[in-house]
């Protein structure tokens, strides 16, 4: 039983741990986004944690303690690759050309271990389906790709093609959120309750309780989202 307790302690206690470190690595950055040693650094620690829990003979503490000085190590590389050009060289992929003017480049794509067939799908992902269409594609520090299309296949857009909107757009806010007023959003948006009460009655609906959610943007645009019946 003493074992099993201890198993418990050191999955909450090393999983709390990990997560701090690993939020303090990746930030709001997605894990395909990573650089290499980011990911390394990860891949480490779950090995050392993964050692951790399912040997209780491994003393405890060594394995926090790891965890702690990886996630320092990787805050310092981190340091250097921002203040060092020649350490971000070193540590990390720099962006390559792979495609240009609509001709793969044979020894680029080599150098960053990519088949003709792994460019091909990722260019399929990005709706491009024809390389003549292409007047630069980049792969990234994180392994994706960048694809600069030529002028006459470039989506255009509406200050490009004159059209008007009316106006700019704005943030809707959620004025109602779990059947309650939010009076933050609301004086943000200058309406009062009685006000959105009159707009929510448009909708059917009597009292803020019946609502879920509420959003409206700052032209008066009112989206709601109700209770399931």
């Known amino acids: 039983m003493n074992t099993y307790l201890m198993i418990a302690f050191r999955i909450v206690s090393i999983m709390l741990l990990l997560l701090a470190s690993t939020l303090l690595i990746m930030g709001k950055r997605p894990i395909g986004e990573l650089p290499v040693f980011d990911l390394l650094t990860l891949v480490v620690m779950g090995s050392i944690v993964g050692a951790d829990i399912a040997q209780p003979e491994i003393k405890h503490l060594p ?34 050309i792979v495609i240009q ?8 794509l080599k150098s960053v271990h990519y088949t003709v067939d792994d460019l091909l799908m990722l260019l399929r992902e990005k709706n491009v389906f024809t390389l003549n269409q292409i007047d630069f594609c980049i792969v ?30 704005g943030l809707p806010l959620a004025v109602i959120l779990e059947g309650k007023f939010q009076r933050k959003n609301m004086m943000q948006l200058n309406k009062e309750e009685e006000e959105i009460i009159k707009y929510i009655r448009m909708f059917g609906y009597s009292r803020p309780e019946e609502i879920f959610v509420a959003l409206m943007d700052p032209y008066g645009q009112l989206h709601i989202s109700p209770y399931e019946k």
Request: glycine share 6%; net charge positive; proline share 4%.
């Open 63 to 96: 394995t926090a303690f790891a965890v702690v000085v990886l996630a320092v190590m990787q805050r310092c590389i981190s340091f250097l690759i921002v203040k060092s050009t020649k350490a971000r060289r070193m540590i990390t992929f720099e962006p390559t």
């Open 101 to 108: 003017d609509g001709q793969i480049l044979l020894k680029n």
């Open 140 to 169: 990234e520090a994180s392994g994706n790709i960048s694809v600069l299309k030529k002028a006459p296949y470039e989506t255009p857009t509406v200050q490009e093609l004159g059209v008007s909107t009316g106006k700019e757009r």
